[in-house]
């Protein structure tokens, strides 16, 4: 009785106080920078768009592959982090009672190493120094400079984990026997899956260094991609999980309904967590040097993400079907018509949720053997993570600023900018229909990916791709649009929008659902199931890379 | 019960002969694989004999000391590479190794862990994480080819995988002598 009464004297303190405004800060900085990387890449994505459909052509000072570079870095690297650390600051914030200040400080940090990074990337993409695309592995070979800025960002990301994992155990000891929180807990999988990520970028990016600077002559390039693949995939399963957060957690309560079975949403966690890292193999499937068997494998390896992913799809389902019943919806399907399509809290991410259902089976597509031969580095690919990072992950996070920059500038959410942010959600799913819809056929085509505009001679086959390429400049030009509008929102909401109460939507259990189990807890035993999982994957393939190395590759600079 | 029929099941599962031959035509998982998996089925079928025999465990076994030293003797056993290698051409001795692990490996580790106290268990886990690097360290070191049947880059596969099994071992011993166990229950 007394631990009850203890917890809800600390909720009404949050509710009377609001969100904490050191804590807002964090967030706030974080997620400006976000948004302005976002403007700046989306420019990015139609210059290139135009270009390619040879439409548009650059100036002799500026190259297709710098753009491009800076696109993918800015846009995957840059404006996903920011945004996530952003936003799962906050939900720390909220669902712990607030930061503690040495957290602060190392979020601050983390901040201002991250920046320091990014300015010496992206400085040395515009020099022309490092048009090595946002993958970065060998035999591509930047300036050293490029690779420095790198070890700042991962840097400024490791600060951001320590500050998550001291909040999190400092609540853990002074709220003995409790559960954390499901944001918090959710924030923990995000950032101890970014921390063991992160260390295979950080032993790649180091021995790139002396190698970029001539001090050591050559390079193993097989074991330097499988260290980034390492690295790249289970960064795309962290937005991921970030995603997820805001399906399970936040939607329901936009719905009005209550949250899944907490005990399945954290084992989905735990098993994101544990079984990701591997999945990393799926993206060499035409590399030399890995043998047939273990490719064989890690087919299992990365399809088992599948099973926390349909378990999701199922769990999202019968949430929104119960919040759309107890609403009167009748029938088979009536239920889908109570659910609030006008509010862009709820349509943004729902729609990102239904485009993983194509974006899920294009992953299938890609990591299948044979059919990986067929796509394998066209634009079919490049359609695959538009559609699932683009639109399954970005337009989750657009959702959430329309409720999370309010709360966090003590704003209110006005009818027009909500009915704006609808009229952006349309733009951005019409836009990356057309743009992911015609790079994935004209993928099967053959067109590849990374590639300037060329005709191949007048090529028959070339010029068959250019009609695609016009839609996908339709669809890139209805997209810039649409980041513009964003932008304007997000400017709008922090600083412009009427005062008011925003509350942040947390979803409650069911009334008869049973409290999460304490062993979901264990994350220590969490990390040493994952580092065992990655153990047995990586082993094997990475001491053949080694002993039978052929000779190694010097730095290459093609450009 | 049904935990019997599972073990038993991947028992027999591993007793095929196509899948027995698949996983011993790698020596990192025939070590690392197949033999844990094999532990691991009698671990699972162990709860059949401890209710059918609960006399023989209370009186062979009662603080947990001699099942742990049995279990102990068997896995060492089976880590010396001549043995392994025997299995693959010696037809006693593969069937030896299909009885040895899970009855007299898995069956006693079930017995014996819940039984033995947090000391011996420490004791267990480094005289094992000292065993691994040593292991580890000889396969990866050592420049003859040691079985007949595998190569040597088999070899230094196997004995990175024993440094990576004992640093996982490492880590998970340090975070349960610094997390707070008890505020799992
Ligand atoms: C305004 C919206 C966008 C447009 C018009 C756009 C357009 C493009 C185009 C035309 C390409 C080039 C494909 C090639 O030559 O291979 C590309 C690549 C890429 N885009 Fe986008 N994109 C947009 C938004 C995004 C977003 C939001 C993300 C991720 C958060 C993203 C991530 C990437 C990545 C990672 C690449 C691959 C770069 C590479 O292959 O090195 N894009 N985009
Ligand atoms: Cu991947």
Redesign the interface.
Known sequence: MKELSALSLQQKTIKALGVNTKDAKISLSYLSVAFATLLIGGILGLVQGLQRAGLLELPPWLNYYQVLTAHGILLLLVFSTTFTIGYQYANLSHSLGGLLPKVRKLAWSGFSLMIIGVILVVTMIVLNEASVLYTFYPPLAAHPIFYVGLVFVVLGILACCFGVFINYRHW??TH??QTTPLLAFFAMGVFVLWFFASIGVTIEVLTLIPWSMGIVETTNVMVDRTLFWWFGHTLVNIWYLVATSAWYVIVPKIIGGRHFNEKLIRLVVILLVILNIPGGFHHQIIDPAISE?IKFLHVFMSLSIAVPSLMTAFAMFAVFERAGRKKGGKGLLGWITKLPWGDVRFLAPMIAMISFIPGGAGGIVNTSNQMNQVIHNTMWVVGHFHVTVGMSVVMTFFGICYWLIPYLTKRKLTPQMNRLGVIQTIIWTVGMILMAGSQHLVGLLGDPRRTSFTTYGDHPRALSWIPYEYVMGIGASLLLLGVIIQVYAVINMMFFAPKGETTFPVAEPEDNALPAP??T??W??W??LL??VV??AY??PI??MI??APPGSPPIKTW | MKQFIYGLLLFVFLTLPPVATLLES?M?IHM?LQMPLLIFSGFLMARFFKVRFPAFFYKWNRNGIPGILLFSIILVYWMIPRTMDEALTVYASEIFKFISLPFLAGIPLRDSWRKLGSVSKNIVFLIFIILFILMGWLFIGVDDQICNNYLR?DQ??LG??YV??A??MI??IV??IF??QS???
Request: some cysteine.
């Open positions: 853990r000891k003995p026997g068997s304490m062993w807890e264990r220590g035993l990390s040493v580092l065992m153990a047995m082993v094997v001491v053949d002993v039978n | 790698i990192i690392h880059v230094i596969t990175w995988g990576t099994l640093a996982c880590i998970y975070q349960l997390g707070d505020e799992f229950e």
